[in-house]
């Protein structure tokens, strides 16, 4: 099932690249990735636990609440994580021209699926 769905974000978004499914802990729990990408998602992914549970914190220290989303834009790759729950995330790699919007809304769209699969 999550493999499936990481597909479907990863194709349905114009630029994506990969989608990947993590704990906060650093470990995978699935991931997708085109045939055509050298992209190691898993690395970015566990790369990227670190930093959100840091922003995780800041947003809690500064009475914002919870944080839902993150986009990180580099020269070479857009990455998109939305927060599951207190444990998971998950992120969608995309090019830089990548449709950012179209991304959020199948990873906000797929959360609850994911929550429901993890539960």
């Known amino acids: 099932m999550f493999n499936e769905t990481l597909r479907e974000i990863v194709e349905g978004t114009e630029g994506g690249v990969a989608g990947l499914l993590m704990g906060f802990d650093g470990i995978p729990v699935d991931s ?12 970015v992914g566990m790369e990227l636990s670190m930093v959100l549970k840091d922003i995780q914190r800041a947003a ?32 969608l790699a995309l090019s830089p021209e990548g449709n950012l919007g179209k991304g959020r809304f199948l990873l906000r769209i797929a959360a609850p699926k994911f929550v429901a699969a993890l539960s």
């Open 32 to 43: 997708w990735t085109r045939e055509d990408s050298e992209l190691d998602i898993t690395t």
């Open 60 to 91: 809690e220290q500064l009475e914002a609440g919870g944080a839902r989303e993150v986009a990180i834009q580099a020269e070479k790759l857009t990455t998109l994580v939305r927060m599951l729950n207190a444990d998971y995330f998950v992120a």
